[in-house]
């Protein structure tokens, strides 16, 4: 069965830290895969998304991520953390039906 | 509209009775999405429409559920006889599969939180 994995429920850096977040997808051929960001009582809003080409994509608000067809994962990064960033992350990856699979989602802390 | 208008915000009921939320697509988009995102949980597919016929609904959790979309704009989801277990945020999210960023890529509204009593 198509399954997201993100195995990180909390995560709490520092501001100014790099960040990574884990995600892991089963699914049988190569998905799109996308990663939302949530803050409280908001709608969710696309950072990023992967469909074909140049493994490594760029985002919004300085975000990338990269693909890596040998481990199944698509894995969020920021070189620097900002206070701004503390919000639910959701990786999801869909296919041609236009239907999106999530993950449980991370919800990243920044401490100043 | 500019984004994806959901109302209402919040909701409360009584268990049994019956509710029904609305969502104003972004002009212009043909598909629309209903999602359920329970506590501390990624949002869970519930249906999908195309302009307006229905063309997945195999995520819908009962025959209580019922979701519309007449004219191919604006949709409802109904939830006859609410039950405690149907609390979640319930978003919905269009996107134009003909746009320049292809399909797949959502655009999510805030959101309609029921809360079952």
């Known amino acids: 069965a198509q399954s997201v994995t993100q195995p990180d429920i909390h995560i709490t850096v520092s501001e100014g830290a790099s960040l990574e977040l884990r995600c892991n997808y089963s699914y049988g051929a190569t998905p799109y895969l996308f990663w939302y960001v949530q803050s409280p009582g908001q709608g969710l809003q696309l950072l990023l998304k992967?469909?074909?080409?140049?493994?490594l994509v760029q985002g919004i608000k300085g975000f990338e991520a990269e693909f890596k067809r040998s481990q199944s994962s698509f894995n969020l990064r920021k070189p620097s953390v900002h206070w701004s960033d503390a919000a639910e992350y959701f990786c999801?990856?869909?296919?041609?039906?236009?239907?999106?699979?999530f993950g449980t989602g991370t919800r990243l802390q920044v401490f100043p | 509209g500019a984004g994806v208008s959901q109302s209402p915000r919040y909701k409360v009921a009584k268990r049994g009775q019956d509710v029904a939320l609305r969502c104003d697509p972004i002009?212009?988009?043909?598909?629309l999405f209903w999602y359920q995102q329970a506590l501390g949980q990624g949002p869970e597919f519930l249906t999908y429409f195309q302009n307006e016929a229905q063309l997945d609904k195999s995520g819908l959790p009962s025959d209580r559920f019922f979701a519309e979309r007449p004219e191919g704009s604006v949709s409802t989801l109904k939830i006859q006889r609410t039950q405690q277990e149907d609390s979640a945020v319930y978003l919905c999210?269009?996107?134009?599969?003909?746009?320049?960023?292809?399909?797949?890529?959502?655009?999510f509204g805030a959101g309609s939180r029921l809360t079952v009593l």
């Open positions: 999801a990856v869909g296919y041609n039906t236009d239907k999106l699979i």
């Open positions: 002009s212009g988009h043909v598909s």
């Open positions: 992967y469909f074909s080409g140049d493994t």
């Open positions: 999210a269009s996107n134009d599969p003909r746009g320049d960023s292809g399909a797949n890529v959502l655009t």
